[in-house]
């Protein structure tokens, strides 16, 4: 699985963070209200300007096999291709008589779903998988579409006419067909300094033990919601030993968000402990590097168990600073803002750049999400 920088537009990454998440709301809410979704629901969505830092991974569709290169994410969990690189049909294609359309908010797709077989690795070879093939699709510069590993409930309303049905991740099919073991995902990350590189790593069925240290602590997917939507989980945060950021709340753990985002009222007891200041160019929090010195850790509280998220885990990796606009000799925070303030049901975002200092895994069969440390979480490359 390899990270991917591309940050050609002059958008924030904040900004797609936050459409992103509008639109996640927007599709939580419909559900939990037994009503369509509407994209127009997904108010202040930004036009898809392909500034995108995520990671990807080659799946193989078809027989024989095309190799796609999808964007991970767990916060949809429909799989497409098209976005670059064209569906190619083969002896074990079959179109459904379903459209379907996804969108993100800061980019969407639509067009034909199919079934195929998809194979993600050695041993890892599914039949019969949903695949949708787009006609058209924006925002997804760079990549050929999505693999959408989040509940499949997600999947709910974007197919037409079949808008009740789901369609299986393909975590379910590998589990259904018992080619894994568990019905689970693993996910390592690692930071990183370089634009672009191979450095993490997809376990479905189990975990990998050298990518983790310790025993990893699981917390029960949360009951609130529309965090409950999703891969969501209920954690606290407190800056330094006693300085509390966040309340224990509900929020979500999610691949396919860049930063780590809190409540806006969460950002603002965060910016003043940290003497932080925003920062125009880049939409981030901005320190000198004589407060940097000065950064002390945040520790999440998940299910009575502390993570510490040193201070080099807080900021831009400073080799990339003016990938993102930014100057190369200041000190920029990864951690913004959620643009709602505490007790909208959904008030952090544990994202990429939170993944890449802990190991995850996402167990569906028993509704829980688990954290463990890693060699890199005390890491200094940023």
């Given amino acids: 699985m390899a990270k991917r920088f591309n940050l050609t537009g002059s958008g924030h990454l904040i900004a797609r963070d936050q459409a992103r998440l509008r639109n996640l709301r927007a599709r939580a809410n419909a ?9 127009d629901a997904a108010v202040g969505s930004v036009s ?67 079934t195929d ?16 093939s787009a006609s058209r699709s924006e ?13 499949t409930d997600l999947t709910l309303d974007t197919l037409s006419p079949d808008t009740r049905s789901t369609i299986p991740t393909i975590t379910d099919t590998l589990f259904s067909q018992g080619v894994i073991p568990a019905h689970e995902v693993a996910v390592s990350f690692e930071p990183t300094d370089s634009p672009e590189i191979v ?118 990796p400073r080799a990339l600073n003016t990938a993102i606009g930014g100057n190369a000799n200041s000190v920029y925070l990864i951690v913004g803002d959620i643009g709602t303030p505490t007790g909208e049901g959904l008030d952090f975002i544990n994202g990429m750049t939170f993944l890449e200092r802990f190991y995850a895994v996402f167990d569906s069969a028993n509704s829980r999400v688990g954290f463990a440390t890693t060699q890199f979480t005390t890491a200094t490359s940023n």
């Fill in 31 to 39: 559900k939990l209200a037994g009503v369509p979704f509407d994209v």
């Fill in 199 to 316: 450095n993490g790593e997809l376990t479905f069925g189990g975990t990998d033990s050298s990518k983790f240290q310790g025993s990893i602590t699981f917390a029960p997917l949360t009951r609130t919601s529309p965090a409950s939507e999703f891969f969501g989980i209920d954690q606290s945060i407190t800056y330094g030993t006693s300085t509390s950021i966040l309340t224990n709340t509900a929020g979500i753990v999610d691949t396919g968000t860049t930063l780590t985002l809190i409540a806006t009222d969460a950002l603002q007891r965060y910016q003043r402990a940290t003497g932080a200041v925003a920062d125009r160019t880049t939409g981030l929090l901005r320190l000198t590097t004589a407060q940097f010195a000065k950064l002390q850790s945040l520790f999440f509280n998940i299910n009575g168990v502390k993570f510490e998220f040193t201070p080099n885990a807080q900021i831009w």
């Fill in 117 to 132: 077989t998809v194979t993600l690795g050695s041993g890892l070879t599914v039949t019969g998988q949903g695949i949708g």
């Fill in 48 to 114: 898809a300007d392909n500034q995108a830092v995520d990671y990807v991974v080659n799946v193989g569709v078809g027989t024989p096999a095309t190799q796609y290169s999808l964007l991970v994410d767990t916060g949809s969990s429909n799989t497409w291709v098209g976005a670059g690189k064209a569906y190619v049909r083969t002896s074990s294609s079959k179109q459904t008589s379903d459209r379907v359309a996804v969108t993100y908010g800061s980019g969407d797709f639509s067009g034909t779903e199919f």
């Fill in 139 to 151: 925002g997804f510069d760079g990549v050929d579409g999505i693999l959408g590993i989040g509940p």
